[in-house]
């Protein structure tokens, strides 16, 4: 489960030190967009010591590392630091091909064996350029080690060559295909960033609307956004209520041979229990 994708700098150990006041389902150490390109090489130096920090401060919940994009530089360095590291996943950012994904996989496959643990080390994969969506089916599918995707707006506008707005349509293709391809392959999908953070309705409005195409959360570039993400990937309570009724009966129709039933004006089926007891077995927003 992660309803929350939250980024603090790596460069910035203060605010790293932080994450555990936000709760955020999985918390990110970024040394790729938001730590400088002159401080890129000492933030990773004290890696270590930040993610120790965070940890000490009493942060048990996801935490992983965002490394720099796979044709960089600091790409291999940045993973070596980063599974150095008590940590559970790393992020790579506009994941293209499969193959670029492996050396993280090695790490992975190399840790597991050696240290095994109740919560299996995975990736983060960044899918945000006009290349990596053509690919994203193969990428979900394909990749080692991958458990959730993001869709990166921002950058995919800057890509493609397009112009952002605020509803949005500009996007939409990419960001259904992403979704679906994550969604086929069992993967969790993460919905885009709102990069407008004093503006509480339109995350909630987003989100809603990625929730709505099958996101399971969303990137979080502020504090305040992590509680809005819990709150808008999460049941209402007049969603579980509708959701228990509904299962109820459900169940008594089906003791009596009965697979489809009008349940408070509407015809409910299989597809609509699935749905239900998915409602049922998700977390409340102040759940963590």
Same mark, same amino acid.
């Given at each position: 489960m992660i309803r929350s994708l939250f980024f603090a700098p790596a460069n910035r150990p203060e605010l790293v030190a932080k994450f555990v006041r936000f709760q +955020?389902?999985?918390?990110?150490?970024?040394?790729?967009?938001?730590?400088p390109p002159a401080e890129k090489a000492s933030a990773r130096d004290?890696?270590?010591?930040?993610?120790?920090?965070?940890?000490?401060?009493?942060?048990?919940?996801?935490?992983a590392v965002r490394v720099n994009v796979p044709d960089s530089p600091? *790409?291999?360095?940045?993973?070596?630091?980063?599974?150095? @590291?008590?940590?559970? @996943?790393?992020v790579i950012p506009k994941l293209e091909q499969v193959e670029q994904a492996f050396p993280a996989a090695h790490w992975i496959r190399q840790l597991d064996a050696a240290q095994p643990r109740a919560r299996p080390r995975f990736i983060v994969g960044g899918i945000e350029s006009v290349r990596g969506v053509l690919n $994203?089916?193969?990428? @979900?599918?394909?990749?080692?080690?991958?458990?959730a995707v993001y869709f990166g707006a921002e950058d995919f506008a800057a890509d493609i060559g397009g112009r952002r707005s605020r509803g949005g349509?500009?996007?939409?293709? +990419?960001?259904?295909?992403?979704?679906?391809?994550?969604?086929?392959?069992?993967?969790? +999908?993460?919905?885009? $960033?709102?990069?407008?953070?004093?503006?509480?309705?339109?995350?909630?409005?987003d989100a809603a609307a990625g929730r709505d195409?099958? *996101?399971?959360?969303?990137? @979080?570039? $502020?504090?305040?956004?992590?509680?809005?993400?819990h709150q808008a990937f999460s049941p209402t309570d007049a969603e579980r209520d509708y959701a228990r009724r509904l299962v109820d009966? *459900?169940?008594? +129709?089906t003791a009596r041979g009965i697979g489809t039933i009008d349940f408070e004006g509407r015809m409910v089926d299989g597809p609509l229990l699935k749905r239900s007891?998915?409602?049922?077995?998700?977390p409340a927003a102040g759940e963590h």
């Open positions: +955020a389902d999985c918390s990110v150490v970024d040394l790729e967009d938001g730590t004290r890696l270590q010591e930040t993610v120790r920090q965070a940890r000490a401060a009493g942060l048990h919940k996801t935490l600091h *790409y291999l360095a940045d993973l070596e630091a980063a599974f150095a @590291c008590d940590i559970d @996943c790393v $994203a089916v193969k990428l @979900c599918d394909e990749t080692p080690a991958l458990g349509a500009e996007v939409a293709t +990419a960001r259904s295909w992403v979704v679906m391809a994550a969604r086929a392959a069992d993967r969790i +999908a993460l919905d885009q $960033a709102v990069l407008d953070i004093r503006d509480d309705t339109l995350y909630l409005q195409l099958g *996101y399971q959360g969303k990137i @979080c570039v $502020a504090p305040a956004q992590v509680a809005l993400a009966a *459900y169940g008594a +129709a007891l998915a409602v049922l077995a998700a």
